[in-house]
Protein backbone atom coordinates (compact mmCIF):
# COMPACT_ATOMS: atom_id res chain seq x y z
CA UNK A 1 0.00 0.00 0.00
CA UNK A 2 1.10 3.53 -1.04
CA UNK A 3 1.04 6.26 1.56
CA UNK A 4 1.46 9.86 1.41
CA UNK A 5 4.19 12.05 2.15
CA UNK A 6 4.51 15.39 2.76
CA UNK A 7 7.10 18.29 4.35
CA UNK A 8 6.10 21.65 3.80
CA UNK A 9 2.51 21.95 1.50
CA UNK A 10 0.11 23.62 3.12
CA UNK A 11 -3.40 22.60 1.96
CA UNK A 12 -5.31 24.82 0.35
CA UNK A 13 -8.86 24.08 1.32
CA UNK A 14 -9.77 21.95 4.17
CA UNK A 15 -23.14 7.05 7.62
CA UNK A 16 -22.29 4.34 9.26
CA UNK A 17 -21.61 3.95 12.91
CA UNK A 18 -17.83 4.52 12.00
CA UNK A 19 -18.78 7.44 9.54
CA UNK A 20 -20.63 9.13 12.30
CA UNK A 21 -17.83 8.82 14.30
CA UNK A 22 -16.20 11.69 12.35
CA UNK A 23 -19.17 13.69 11.47
CA UNK A 24 -20.04 13.80 15.58
CA UNK A 25 -16.77 15.24 15.71
CA UNK A 26 -16.96 17.85 12.66
CA UNK A 27 -18.73 17.95 9.50
CA UNK A 28 -16.94 18.30 6.08
CA UNK A 29 -14.14 19.64 3.74
CA UNK A 30 -10.70 19.12 2.28
CA UNK A 31 -7.73 20.01 0.42
CA UNK A 32 -6.47 20.12 -3.06
CA UNK A 33 -3.98 17.92 -2.84
CA UNK A 34 -3.62 14.34 -3.58
CA UNK A 35 -4.08 12.06 -0.76
CA UNK A 36 -3.22 8.15 -0.98
CA UNK A 37 -6.02 5.76 1.04
CA UNK A 38 -6.21 2.00 1.60
CA UNK A 39 -8.11 1.90 -1.65
CA UNK A 40 -6.22 4.55 -3.59
CA UNK A 41 -5.01 8.05 -4.54
CA UNK A 42 -8.11 10.15 -4.75
CA UNK A 43 -8.49 14.33 -4.55
CA UNK A 44 -10.23 16.30 -2.28
CA UNK A 45 -11.74 19.63 -3.47
CA UNK A 46 -13.64 20.30 -0.29
CA UNK A 47 -13.46 23.72 1.50
CA UNK A 48 -11.02 24.87 3.95
CA UNK A 49 -11.63 24.46 7.37
CA UNK A 50 -8.62 26.91 9.39
CA UNK A 51 -9.87 28.39 12.30
CA UNK A 52 -9.56 32.22 12.39
CA UNK A 53 -11.22 35.05 14.25
CA UNK A 54 -9.19 35.43 17.15
CA UNK A 55 -9.86 38.28 19.75
CA UNK A 56 -7.05 40.31 20.16
CA UNK A 57 -6.53 40.06 24.29
CA UNK A 58 -6.69 36.30 23.78
CA UNK A 59 -3.51 36.55 21.37
CA UNK A 60 -1.52 38.43 24.19
CA UNK A 61 -2.62 36.15 27.01
CA UNK A 62 -1.51 33.16 24.78
CA UNK A 63 1.86 34.99 24.14
CA UNK A 64 2.17 35.60 28.04
CA UNK A 65 1.44 31.69 29.40
CA UNK A 66 3.69 29.88 26.72
CA UNK A 67 6.94 32.15 27.70
CA UNK A 68 5.97 31.46 31.11
CA UNK A 69 5.34 27.30 30.18
CA UNK A 70 8.65 27.76 28.02
CA UNK A 71 10.51 28.94 31.01
CA UNK A 72 8.87 26.22 33.77
CA UNK A 73 10.02 23.29 31.06
CA UNK A 74 13.86 24.01 31.46
CA UNK A 75 14.31 26.83 28.74
CA UNK A 76 15.87 26.84 25.56
CA UNK A 77 17.08 23.34 24.12
CA UNK A 78 18.29 21.90 20.81
CA UNK A 79 15.23 20.74 18.82
CA UNK A 80 14.08 17.49 17.81
CA UNK A 81 14.92 16.73 13.95
CA UNK A 82 14.60 14.46 11.49
CA UNK A 83 11.15 12.95 12.91
CA UNK A 84 8.43 11.43 10.26
CA UNK A 85 4.83 11.49 11.76
CA UNK A 86 2.06 8.77 10.62
CA UNK A 87 -1.52 10.20 10.85
CA UNK A 88 -4.48 8.68 10.20
CA UNK A 89 -7.36 10.26 8.67
CA UNK A 90 -11.00 9.03 9.69
CA UNK A 91 -11.65 9.97 6.00
CA UNK A 92 -10.18 12.92 4.38
CA UNK A 93 -13.93 14.49 3.29
CA UNK A 94 -14.66 15.39 6.79
CA UNK A 95 -14.02 18.64 8.35
CA UNK A 96 -12.77 16.88 11.68
CA UNK A 97 -9.47 14.86 9.80
CA UNK A 98 -8.67 17.99 7.39
CA UNK A 99 -8.34 20.29 11.07
CA UNK A 100 -6.31 17.98 12.31
CA UNK A 101 -4.38 17.32 9.89
CA UNK A 102 -4.26 21.22 9.07
CA UNK A 103 -3.23 21.89 12.46
CA UNK A 104 -0.62 19.14 12.08
CA UNK A 105 0.69 20.18 9.04
CA UNK A 106 1.64 23.64 10.75
CA UNK A 107 3.21 22.27 13.46
CA UNK A 108 5.34 19.89 11.74
CA UNK A 109 6.87 22.96 9.32
CA UNK A 110 7.68 24.35 12.41
CA UNK A 111 10.13 21.89 13.14
CA UNK A 112 10.81 20.47 9.35
CA UNK A 113 8.93 17.02 10.09
CA UNK A 114 8.14 14.76 7.36
CA UNK A 115 4.73 13.78 7.75
CA UNK A 116 3.24 10.37 6.08
CA UNK A 117 -0.63 9.93 5.93
CA UNK A 118 -3.33 7.25 4.89
CA UNK A 119 -6.89 7.76 4.55
CA UNK A 120 -9.69 4.57 5.02
CA UNK A 121 -12.54 6.47 4.15
CA UNK A 122 -14.31 5.34 7.35
CA UNK A 123 -13.57 1.39 6.19
CA UNK A 124 -12.93 -0.54 9.18
CA UNK A 125 -11.00 -2.94 6.93
CA UNK A 126 -9.02 -0.06 5.49
CA UNK A 127 -8.10 1.33 8.78
CA UNK A 128 -6.65 -2.24 9.84
CA UNK A 129 -4.49 -1.56 6.75
CA UNK A 130 -3.54 1.62 7.40
CA UNK A 131 -1.90 0.64 10.68
CA UNK A 132 -0.28 -1.66 9.60
CA UNK A 133 1.17 0.38 6.53
CA UNK A 134 2.05 3.50 8.79
CA UNK A 135 4.03 1.75 10.99
CA UNK A 136 5.51 -0.23 8.19
CA UNK A 137 6.81 3.82 7.12
CA UNK A 138 8.85 3.83 10.28
CA UNK A 139 7.46 6.72 11.81
CA UNK A 140 8.64 8.47 15.26
CA UNK A 141 4.93 8.60 16.06
CA UNK A 142 1.73 7.91 14.92
CA UNK A 143 -1.67 10.41 15.48
CA UNK A 144 -5.11 8.43 14.59
CA UNK A 145 -7.95 10.69 14.36
CA UNK A 146 -11.41 8.66 16.06
CA UNK A 147 -10.38 5.66 14.94
CA UNK A 148 -11.71 2.92 16.70
CA UNK A 149 -9.43 0.54 18.84
CA UNK A 150 -10.79 -2.38 17.59
CA UNK A 151 -10.66 -1.64 13.97
CA UNK A 152 -6.64 -0.36 13.95
CA UNK A 153 -6.11 -5.00 13.92
CA UNK A 154 -2.38 -5.80 14.36
CA UNK A 155 -1.03 -2.56 13.90
CA UNK A 156 -1.17 -0.67 17.05
CA UNK A 157 0.51 -3.89 18.50
CA UNK A 158 3.46 -3.72 16.21
CA UNK A 159 3.84 0.14 16.77
CA UNK A 160 4.06 -0.39 21.02
CA UNK A 161 6.18 -3.55 19.89
CA UNK A 162 8.41 -1.35 18.05
CA UNK A 163 8.81 1.56 20.41
CA UNK A 164 6.40 3.95 17.74
CA UNK A 165 4.28 6.12 20.30
CA UNK A 166 0.76 6.03 18.98
CA UNK A 167 -1.94 9.09 19.92
CA UNK A 168 -5.59 8.46 19.81
CA UNK A 169 -7.33 11.64 19.01
CA UNK A 170 -11.05 12.77 17.93
CA UNK A 171 -13.13 10.49 20.38
CA UNK A 172 -13.08 8.47 23.24
CA UNK A 173 -11.63 4.87 21.95
CA UNK A 174 -11.96 1.57 23.85
CA UNK A 175 -9.07 1.68 26.53
CA UNK A 176 -5.25 -0.53 25.36
CA UNK A 177 -2.20 -1.01 26.76
CA UNK A 178 -0.76 -0.22 22.98
CA UNK A 179 -1.37 3.01 22.87
CA UNK A 180 0.52 5.90 24.82
CA UNK A 181 -2.56 8.37 25.57
CA UNK A 182 -5.41 9.25 24.68
CA UNK A 183 -5.96 13.64 23.40
CA UNK A 184 -9.87 13.48 23.12
CA UNK A 185 -12.64 15.81 23.56
CA UNK A 186 -14.32 16.29 26.93
CA UNK A 187 -17.63 15.69 25.86
CA UNK A 188 -19.39 16.12 29.00
CA UNK A 189 -18.20 19.75 28.86
CA UNK A 190 -20.06 20.08 25.27
CA UNK A 191 -22.89 19.26 26.82
CA UNK A 192 -23.31 20.53 29.01
CA UNK A 193 -22.22 24.21 27.59
CA UNK A 194 -24.44 23.91 24.46
CA UNK A 195 -27.07 22.26 27.08
CA UNK A 196 -26.95 25.73 29.45
CA UNK A 197 -27.12 27.54 26.33
CA UNK A 198 -30.33 26.40 24.86
CA UNK A 199 -32.16 26.81 28.73
CA UNK A 200 -30.87 30.47 28.14
CA UNK A 201 -32.75 30.80 25.24
CA UNK A 202 -35.02 29.06 26.07
CA UNK A 203 -36.18 31.50 28.85
CA UNK A 204 -35.10 34.49 26.56
CA UNK A 205 -38.06 33.57 23.71
CA UNK A 206 -40.17 32.02 26.48
CA UNK A 207 -40.03 33.38 29.76
CA UNK A 208 -39.93 30.23 30.99
CA UNK A 209 -38.01 26.98 30.73
CA UNK A 210 -40.77 23.98 29.94
CA UNK A 211 -42.30 21.92 26.98
CA UNK A 212 -40.66 18.93 25.23
CA UNK A 213 -37.20 19.38 24.43
CA UNK A 214 -36.17 16.52 21.41
CA UNK A 215 -32.91 14.78 21.84
CA UNK A 216 -31.57 13.01 18.70
CA UNK A 217 -28.82 10.42 20.33
CA UNK A 218 -26.73 8.18 18.49
CA UNK A 219 -25.50 5.30 21.13
CA UNK A 220 -23.79 2.60 19.31
CA UNK A 221 -21.45 5.19 18.02
CA UNK A 222 -19.74 4.62 21.48
CA UNK A 223 -18.88 5.94 25.16
CA UNK A 224 -18.31 9.32 24.20
CA UNK A 225 -21.51 10.40 22.66
CA UNK A 226 -23.06 8.73 25.53
CA UNK A 227 -21.55 10.53 27.68
CA UNK A 228 -23.21 13.47 25.90
CA UNK A 229 -26.60 12.20 26.51
CA UNK A 230 -26.00 11.19 30.35
CA UNK A 231 -24.99 15.03 31.17
CA UNK A 232 -27.87 16.13 29.22
CA UNK A 233 -30.26 14.20 30.86
CA UNK A 234 -27.83 15.47 34.15
CA UNK A 235 -28.65 18.94 33.19
CA UNK A 236 -32.58 18.73 32.43
CA UNK A 237 -32.99 17.56 36.61
CA UNK A 238 -32.95 21.54 37.42
CA UNK A 239 -35.41 22.32 34.70
CA UNK A 240 -38.46 20.29 35.63
CA UNK A 241 -40.72 21.75 33.29
CA UNK A 242 -39.03 20.93 30.44
CA UNK A 243 -39.74 16.99 29.44
CA UNK A 244 -37.55 14.37 27.36
CA UNK A 245 -38.31 12.39 24.40
CA UNK A 246 -35.35 10.92 22.14
CA UNK A 247 -34.50 9.62 19.29
CA UNK A 248 -31.72 6.91 18.25
CA UNK A 249 -30.49 7.63 14.82
CA UNK A 250 -30.86 5.39 12.00
CA UNK A 251 -26.83 5.61 11.29
CA UNK A 252 -27.68 3.68 7.55
CA UNK A 253 -29.82 6.80 6.60
CA UNK A 254 -28.95 9.68 9.28
CA UNK A 255 -30.28 12.42 7.44
CA UNK A 256 -33.42 11.24 5.54
CA UNK A 257 -34.30 10.37 9.44
CA UNK A 258 -33.23 13.00 11.00
CA UNK A 259 -36.02 15.01 8.76
CA UNK A 260 -38.42 12.39 8.99
CA UNK A 261 -38.04 12.32 12.69
CA UNK A 262 -38.34 16.07 13.08
CA UNK A 263 -41.39 16.51 11.51
CA UNK A 264 -43.36 13.64 13.29
CA UNK A 265 -42.53 15.27 16.71
CA UNK A 266 -43.12 18.18 15.68
CA UNK A 267 -46.23 17.95 14.27
CA UNK A 268 -47.37 14.92 16.94
CA UNK A 269 -45.63 16.95 20.25
CA UNK A 270 -47.23 20.52 19.86
CA UNK A 271 -45.28 21.80 23.00
CA UNK A 272 -41.88 20.62 21.08
CA UNK A 273 -39.41 23.90 22.21
CA UNK A 274 -36.29 22.61 21.56
CA UNK A 275 -34.20 20.20 18.87
CA UNK A 276 -31.30 18.96 19.93
CA UNK A 277 -28.68 16.75 18.00
CA UNK A 278 -25.46 14.93 18.44
CA UNK A 279 -24.80 14.34 14.94
CA UNK A 280 -23.50 17.70 13.16
CA UNK A 281 -24.16 17.08 9.97
CA UNK A 282 -27.68 16.35 10.92
CA UNK A 283 -28.42 19.33 12.64
CA UNK A 284 -29.03 21.40 8.78
CA UNK A 285 -31.80 18.38 7.70
CA UNK A 286 -33.59 19.60 11.08
CA UNK A 287 -33.63 22.82 9.86
CA UNK A 288 -34.89 22.09 6.70
CA UNK A 289 -37.47 19.59 8.28
CA UNK A 290 -39.15 23.05 10.07
CA UNK A 291 -38.90 25.25 6.67
CA UNK A 292 -41.09 22.57 5.19
CA UNK A 293 -43.58 22.65 7.81
CA UNK A 294 -43.46 26.40 8.15
CA UNK A 295 -42.64 26.74 11.18
CA UNK A 296 -40.88 30.31 11.75
CA UNK A 297 -40.36 33.03 14.37
CA UNK A 298 -41.72 32.03 17.52
CA UNK A 299 -43.32 28.85 16.37
CA UNK A 300 -40.02 27.59 15.72
CA UNK A 301 -38.04 25.58 18.01
CA UNK A 302 -34.94 26.56 19.26
CA UNK A 303 -32.83 23.95 17.23
CA UNK A 304 -28.99 22.82 18.01
CA UNK A 305 -26.27 20.72 17.88
CA UNK A 306 -22.54 19.74 18.57
CA UNK A 307 -19.99 20.63 16.52
CA UNK A 308 -20.60 22.58 13.03
CA UNK A 309 -20.05 22.07 9.22
CA UNK A 310 -19.90 24.47 6.11
CA UNK A 311 -23.72 24.14 5.65
CA UNK A 312 -24.62 23.84 9.22
CA UNK A 313 -22.91 27.62 9.65
CA UNK A 314 -25.18 28.61 6.77
CA UNK A 315 -27.98 27.94 8.52
CA UNK A 316 -26.87 29.57 11.80
CA UNK A 317 -26.03 33.01 9.39
CA UNK A 318 -29.47 32.88 7.93
CA UNK A 319 -31.45 31.54 11.24
CA UNK A 320 -32.22 28.86 10.45
CA UNK A 321 -30.17 26.77 13.12
CA UNK A 322 -30.05 28.55 16.38
CA UNK A 323 -26.41 27.13 17.19
CA UNK A 324 -23.79 24.43 18.00
CA UNK A 325 -21.21 24.42 20.25
CA UNK A 326 -17.69 24.07 18.88
CA UNK A 327 -14.18 23.67 20.21
CA UNK A 328 -10.33 24.10 18.84
CA UNK A 329 -10.63 20.61 17.29
CA UNK A 330 -7.62 20.34 15.45
CA UNK A 331 -5.46 21.46 18.49
CA UNK A 332 -5.26 18.04 19.65
CA UNK A 333 -2.61 17.85 16.58
CA UNK A 334 -0.48 20.46 18.13
CA UNK A 335 -1.06 19.12 21.85
CA UNK A 336 0.36 15.96 20.24
CA UNK A 337 3.08 17.09 18.42
CA UNK A 338 4.38 19.17 21.75
CA UNK A 339 4.15 16.22 23.80
CA UNK A 340 6.15 14.18 21.67
CA UNK A 341 8.64 16.96 21.16
CA UNK A 342 9.28 17.40 24.78
CA UNK A 343 9.41 13.52 24.95
CA UNK A 344 12.01 13.46 22.38
CA UNK A 345 14.05 16.73 23.47
CA UNK A 346 13.87 16.53 27.69
CA UNK A 347 13.03 13.17 27.82
CA UNK A 348 9.54 13.35 29.33
CA UNK A 349 6.70 11.41 29.55
CA UNK A 350 3.68 11.68 27.40
CA UNK A 351 0.57 13.13 29.25
CA UNK A 352 -1.80 9.97 29.45
CA UNK A 353 -5.25 11.45 28.76
CA UNK A 354 -7.54 14.71 27.85
CA UNK A 355 -6.90 16.56 31.36
CA UNK A 356 -3.41 17.59 29.73
CA UNK A 357 -6.21 19.98 27.68
CA UNK A 358 -7.00 21.85 30.87
CA UNK A 359 -4.34 21.42 33.15
CA UNK A 360 -0.73 21.20 31.18
CA UNK A 361 -0.78 24.94 29.46
CA UNK A 362 -0.90 27.93 30.79
CA UNK A 363 -4.34 28.11 28.36
CA UNK A 364 -7.40 25.76 28.35
CA UNK A 365 -7.05 24.23 24.80
CA UNK A 366 -10.35 22.97 23.99
CA UNK A 367 -12.55 25.60 25.60
CA UNK A 368 -15.80 25.05 23.90
CA UNK A 369 -18.00 28.09 22.67
CA UNK A 370 -21.28 28.43 21.15
CA UNK A 371 -21.42 29.17 17.43
CA UNK A 372 -24.61 32.04 17.10
CA UNK A 373 -25.58 34.09 14.41
CA UNK A 374 -23.32 36.98 15.51
CA UNK A 375 -20.12 35.55 15.62
CA UNK A 376 -20.15 32.74 13.29
CA UNK A 377 -18.49 34.90 10.49
CA UNK A 378 -17.40 33.49 7.49
CA UNK A 379 -18.88 30.21 7.22
CA UNK A 380 -16.26 28.74 5.39
CA UNK A 381 -14.58 28.40 8.13
CA UNK A 382 -14.62 28.10 12.40
CA UNK A 383 -14.07 31.44 13.86
CA UNK A 384 -12.23 30.73 16.79
CA UNK A 385 -13.55 32.09 20.16
CA UNK A 386 -11.66 30.25 22.08
CA UNK A 387 -8.30 30.28 23.20
CA UNK A 388 -5.39 31.61 21.21
CA UNK A 389 -3.70 27.75 21.03
CA UNK A 390 -1.96 28.67 17.40
CA UNK A 391 -0.08 31.70 18.84
CA UNK A 392 0.70 29.97 21.93
CA UNK A 393 2.11 26.69 20.67
CA UNK A 394 4.40 28.92 18.22
CA UNK A 395 5.82 30.89 20.99
CA UNK A 396 6.26 28.20 23.25
CA UNK A 397 8.09 26.42 20.27
CA UNK A 398 10.30 29.64 19.52
CA UNK A 399 11.23 30.13 23.32
CA UNK A 400 12.18 26.45 23.76
CA UNK A 401 13.54 25.29 20.64
CA UNK A 402 14.00 28.11 18.64
CA UNK A 403 11.47 26.85 15.74
CA UNK A 404 9.69 29.56 14.19
CA UNK A 405 11.42 32.63 15.67
Known amino acids: MQLMSTRARRPV ?105 CDPNFDPAKTAQCATSLVAAKPDLIISAASPTSALGGG ?83 HPGLKQKTHDIDLADAVQDTIKTTKQFVQNTPDVVALWNTCDFCTPPMGQALDQLGKNGDDRPVTVGIYTT ?3 REQIKA ?23 QHWARDTPFAKDASVFSEGYGIKILEPWIVTKDNVGDTATVRNQGEDYETYFKTKWAAEFGVGS
Open 319 to 341: GKVSGAVENNFGAQSMVAIDQAV
Open 310 to 312: KQS
Open 156 to 238: LKAAHDQGIPWIMTGAVQTPSEYYTAQYVPDERELSKTLNDWVFQQLQEKNGNVEGTLVAFQAPTVGAGVIDRDKQRAEDLKA
Open 13 to 117: GSLLAMALVAVLATGCGGDDEDTTTAAGTTTGTAAAATSTGVAPERTEEAKKAAEADAEKAGGRVDPPTGKKIGFMYLSKSTEASVRQYEDLKTAADLFGFEIVT
